[in-house]
């Protein structure tokens, strides 16, 4: 990418993308997934801090659900479920939350034919005690 922005900027998306592809050893340019896509997606959680929204929207939400009450997050990355899962593990060790589900909820055969970008959710549930 360094030699690519030597010769000329990176002026559009479809230029990393080649840049992107140029790179990737071609076992990887066989997987389902495109080889820019995890590149955009890292892009996209850095620019819009993704993952300190979603502390705080966890911490947040935690705090204003009413004893009872459950709250149930449904992650598409690994480093959002790890989070997820990481929150709901302590308020459990605290006795402040009980899990409901032990191992993430994820989408059947069935549901992923039917809706492709559900093939990576996990749905993970907690209620407040």
């Known amino acids: ?25 071609e076992m990887y340019k066989r997987k389902k997934i495109h ?7 890292a892009l996209r959680i850095t620019v819009n801090d993704e993952i300190e929204s979603l502390r705080e929207g966890l911490a947040r ?3 204003r ?6 709250i149930a997050v449904i992650s598409f990355h690994s480093i959002e479920d790890r989070i997820v899962k990481r929150f709901f593990k302590e ?12 191992k993430p909820v994820t989408p059947d055969e069935d549901e992923i034919e039917k809706n492709i970008a559900s093939r990576s ?6 209620e407040k005690i």
């Open 91 to 102: 308020k459990g060790v605290r006795k402040e939350g009980r899990l409901i589900n032990k």
């Open 121 to 126: 959710a996990k749905l993970r549930v907690i």
């Open 35 to 41: 080889p820019a896509t995890k590149t955009f997606q």
């Open 1 to 25: 990418m360094v030699e690519a922005r030597e010769i000329k900027p990176i002026e559009t998306t479809f230029e990393l993308i080649e840049i992107i592809k140029s790179a990737v050893p």
């Open 65 to 70: 659900v009413s004893s009872g009450g459950k």
């Open 61 to 63: 939400g935690f705090n």
